[in-house]
């Protein structure tokens, strides 16, 4: 189940903005900036707002395996559709449907795993570490099969690479047609996990109570934080790809297996995450982070201004996407389990909820507003073409959140913390 969950978003999110920006002579759709900006941040701001919401409605009325399956045919046929559309509008209303159909499967697949499995601390990781293997053996496979030639041993991931096709752009649409075919097809397998009936009682009013978790200063602050980490993570997405083709050299085949390297990493930051916040605490965790974001975007920004370094400048652009691993751990994982420990026992789910609302709904919203902004400061106003610019830019946004982060965070959670590094690994895991 969790690697074919991630199996269906692996395959085509680390190539679409290749695609979606591409240009119209390479098969590519010729979509700006500033559009895909909008395009994601909508899709993904509109999905995230509504998850936790028809999770609910699952939980009271219906079978998790078979809503899970519901969901997964009508966002399979909407994936496959998005091939064949070619203008933006059309593109930002099947963007925005697929998401509000795919963001509560993620949550359905863990409370699936959660009802099931005997020992939760010890089971669950090695079952949530497959959807990270769905993901790298997606975004590894297609490439090779569809859009190289010649396929050669090479030292950096996925080891086995060749010359892109001459179409490779244009093929790239067959990625979200793929997608769309496993998706139907995981919905299949679907009705073979096991039952899992709707719960008894299920607390209204537990969204809405969740919002008072923001009267603890330390929350405010770590949410406060996390508005503009998330729009300068989400700006990632849209520019990783027009980046490492233009200005590394990658060739368009290679740059979702090059991301892959982040995926890596994060299981292993994760792996360590508990003794990070035993050791040091949430403090310097979220620090860690920040500066995560701070060096990656600074060694690109560098990277993108270094034409001599050649081939050691292409592998210090891909191996830099480890820190991708303290980003997405020491950050994101580290805050949702600060949330948990913070909030009371009967509004836990409904906060994480919320705050992923926040930081996966409100964040991505001003992502748009900002690669507009992005690509009249450093391109033609319509593309960034200065990506040192761009990437420096985005690393003092870090730079400056981490700082203050660090000035006004104060951790408010209990002093009890004898078993923290088992529980909050295991949270960590369970986030992502």
């Not at 009267?215 to 934080?225: D, M, Q, R, T, Y």
Request: charged share 10%; glycine share 10%; aromatic share 14%.
């Amino acid at each position: 189940m969790m690697f074919l969950q991630y199996a269906v978003w692996g395959i085509w999110l680390p190539i679409l903005s290749l695609y979606l920006m591409g240009s119209t002579e390479d098969g590519g759709l010729g979509f700006t900036g500033a559009q895909l900006g909008t395009l994601m941040g909508l899709a993904a701001s509109l999905g995230a707002i509504s998850a936790p919401f028809i999770c609910s409605l699952a939980d009271r009325h219906f079978s998790a395996q078979r809503f899970l399956a519901f969901l997964l045919l009508t966002g399979g046929i909407v994936k496959f559709c998005t091939a064949f559309s070619t203008d933006y509008t059309t593109w930002v209303i099947l963007s925005i449907l697929y998401s509000v159909l795919y963001m509560p499967t993620i949550s359905l697949t863990n409370s699936i795993a959660f009802s099931h499995l005997d020992d939760k601390e010890k089971d669950f990781p090695r079952v949530r570490i497959w959807g990270t293997i769905g993901w790298i053996a997606a975004s590894w496979i297609f490439p090779m099969i569809y859009l190289q030639t010649d396929l050669k041993f090479q030292a950096l991931p996925p080891f086995f690479a060749g010359a892109d096709l001459p179409d490779a752009t244009a093929r790239l649409a067959m990625a979200l047609k793929v997608s769309g075919v496993i998706s139907i097809l995981y919905a299949g397998f679907c009705f073979l996990l096991p039952s899992t009936p709707p719960k008894d009682k299920v607390e209204s009013i537990a969204v809405v109570k969740a919002f008072a978790m923001l009267k603890h200063p330390s929350i405010l602050v770590v949410v406060l934080a996390s508005l503009p980490i998330s729009i300068i993570h989400q700006i990632y997405f849209i520019e990783a790809g027009p980046y490492l083709t233009e200005s590394i050299g990658l060739a368009t085949s290679q740059v979702g297996p090059a991301m892959t390297v982040g995926q890596v990493a994060e299981i292993a930051v994760l792996a360590m995450l508990g003794f990070f916040l035993t050791r040091f605490g949430f403090r310097i965790t979220l620090v860690m982070g920040g500066l995560g974001y701070v060096f990656r975007y600074a060694i690109w920004g560098f990277l993108a201004t270094t034409e001599t370094l050649g081939s050691m400048g292409t592998t210090v652009a891909i191996l830099s996407q480890a820190l991708h691993g303290f980003c997405f751990a020491c950050f994101f994982a580290g805050a949702y389990i600060y949330v948990d420990r913070i909030v009371s026992d009967d509004i836990r789910n409904s906060a994480q909820a919320v705050f992923g609302i926040i930081i996966l709904g409100v964040g991505p919203i001003f992502s748009g507003v900002v690669m507009g902004k992005l690509a009249t400061i450093y391109g033609d106003g319509s593309i960034v073409t200065n990506f040192s610019g761009m990437w420096y830019a985005l690393s003092t946004v870090a730079l400056i959140t981490t700082i203050l982060l660090f000035a006004f965070f104060r951790d408010e959670s209990s002093d009890d913390t004898s078993s923290e590094g088992d529980i909050e690994a295991e949270a960590a895991i369970e986030t992502i």
